[in-house]
């Protein structure tokens, strides 16, 4: 699980998203404790991530190209994957000018859990990308344009790259100024699973 940030506003929704994806292999207990320095944020730089995982015999491989958000007939689409053990369950968030939902796929089944209105930010991620996230936009955001938002979540996903190993440097930014149903995009996705 890595980063997905979204403003949704009365004019139009911006939607970026990191592109790494990190495969372990190994002993589970030792996936785990790796799993929970890097997502509590104590790995910061690849080097650390690979001398953490040789020190607890843990196979990386690690992927910089998995495009985690789209965009379709103006619904932006963002997805975070979250393993625990064996199970794994994916978050997405949808978001649309003036609207957003979030929604879990467990078992291919997806759920709605939330919805929100215009003139939110929403952050999926792990511990550490959205604690960063929301310090950013404590720290920086009074209100302002979608072109303000834009240049917030760019910032943040700079600076989410800099402080865990979890996040990309290169990310995905979508946009749109539709007002699309949300209701429909998700009708979609669950009938496909």
Do not use: P
Request: hydrophobic content about 40%; aromatic content about 4%; charged content about 25%.
């Amino acid at each position: 699980m890595t980063l997905v940030m979204a403003f949704i506003g009365k004019q139009g929704a911006v939607m970026a998203g990191d592109m790494r994806e990190i495969a372990f292999g190994g002993d589970d207990s030792r996936i785990e404790e790796l799993e929970r320095e890097l997502y509590g944020g104590s790995i910061v730089s690849d080097n650390d991530l690979e001398e953490r995982a040789d020190e607890l015999g843990v196979t990386i491989r690690v992927r910089d190209d998995k495009a985690k958000v789209s965009q379709q007939d103006g619904v932006l689409v963002g997805e975070v994957t979250e393993t625990e053990g064996a199970a794994i369950a994916r978050r997405r968030l949808y978001a649309t000018t003036g609207s957003y939902a979030i929604a879990e796929v467990l078992d291919s089944r997806l759920r709605v859990m939330q919805k929100g209105r215009a003139s939110n930010f929403v952050v999926l991620g792990n511990d550490i990308t959205k604690r960063t996230a929301n310090q950013c936009i404590q720290g920086m955001w009074e209100g302002g344009t979608i072109q303000d938002a834009l240049r917030l979540i760019m910032l943040t996903m700079q600076i989410a790259a800099g402080v865990t190993a979890s996040v990309s440097r290169t990310f995905i930014l979508v946009h749109t100024d539709l007002a699309a149903n949300l209701a429909d995009a998700i009708d979609r996705d669950s009938r496909r699973g």
